[in-house]
T-cell receptor, first 113, second 110 residues
Framework: DAGVIQSPRHEVTEMGQEVTLRCKPI?????LFWYRQTMMRGLELLIY????????DSGMPEDRFSAKMPNASFSTLKIQPSEPRDSAVYFC???????????FGSGTRLTVV | DAKTTQPPSMDCAEGRAANLPCNHS???????VYWYRQIHSQGPQYIIH???NNETNEMASLIITEDRKSSTLILPHATLRDTAVYYC???????????FGGGTRLMVKP
């Protein structure tokens, strides 16, 4: 079991550019979550999917952020256009469902300059 | 979900038990207590969870008071690698949509 796989591990981009973060959940897990972590705000839930369907995106900060889950083994989080305040570590997590813990990926450290 | 209160930081001597408290006085009957930890620069790691009974696994023990208004995570023999931020989370839907607070920064010292 390779765990939750996120790519890239690090991303440095210029303000205004589009950024796409990728996540491969653990096979068989039916819920997937995107979190953002900053020093100021800690860990914030952005959006979560259940069986590939977005259930709650109330944490997505603004329309510049979008997330998709086209199939059970892949999800993307896109920021367009990116801004310096989007700099953070973005984590993806998956779980089998109720009563099971989350497994987090290693995160993507995004720096927008 | 019920709010939790944890001390911001704690120290523990290597080899001793680390007892991390969490208050969740507004917890309701169907809410679970989850514990995660985050070692520097890594993603959070699931430790243990429970509803009302005490729980134990290979990582830790979870003691929940009878009124369920507080709990304690016990690391029986802390090592330097247990230095991390420990998060206590209460959730009403068995683990979905976890909301992380500030956690307790545990420093294990030699």
């Amino acid at each position: 079991d390779a765990g939750v796989i996120q790519s890239p591990r690090h991303e440095v981009t210029e303000m205004g550019q589009e950024v796409t973060l990728r996540c491969k959940p653990i096979s068989g897990h039916n819920s997937l979550f995107w979190y953002r972590q900053t020093m100021m705000r800690g860990l914030e839930l952005l959006i979560y999917f259940n069986n590939n369907v977005p259930i709650d995106d109330s944490g997505m900060p603004e329309d510049r952020f979008s997330a998709k889950m086209p199939n059970a083994s892949f999800s993307t989080l896109k920021i367009q256009p990116s801004e310096p305040r989007d700099s953070a570590v973005y984590f993806c997590a998956s779980t089998l469902g109720e009563g099971y813990g989350y497994t987090f990926g290693s995160g993507t450290r995004l720096t927008v300059v | 979900d019920a709010k939790t209160t944890q001390p911001p930081s704690m120290d523990c001597a290597e080899g001793r038990a680390a007892n991390l408290p969490c208050n969740h006085s507004t917890i309701s009957g169907n809410e679970y207590v989850y514990w995660y930890r985050q070692i520097h620069s890594q993603g959070p790691q699931y430790i243990i969870h429970g509803l009302k009974n005490n729980e134990t696994n290979e990582m830790a023990s979870l003691i929940i008071t009878e009124d369920r208004k507080s709990s304690t995570l016990i690391l029986p023999h802390a090592t330097l690698r247990d230095t991390a931020v420990y998060y206590c989370i209460v959730t009403n839907n068995a683990g979905n949509m976890l909301t992380f607070g500030g956690g307790t920064r545990l420093m294990v010292k030699p």
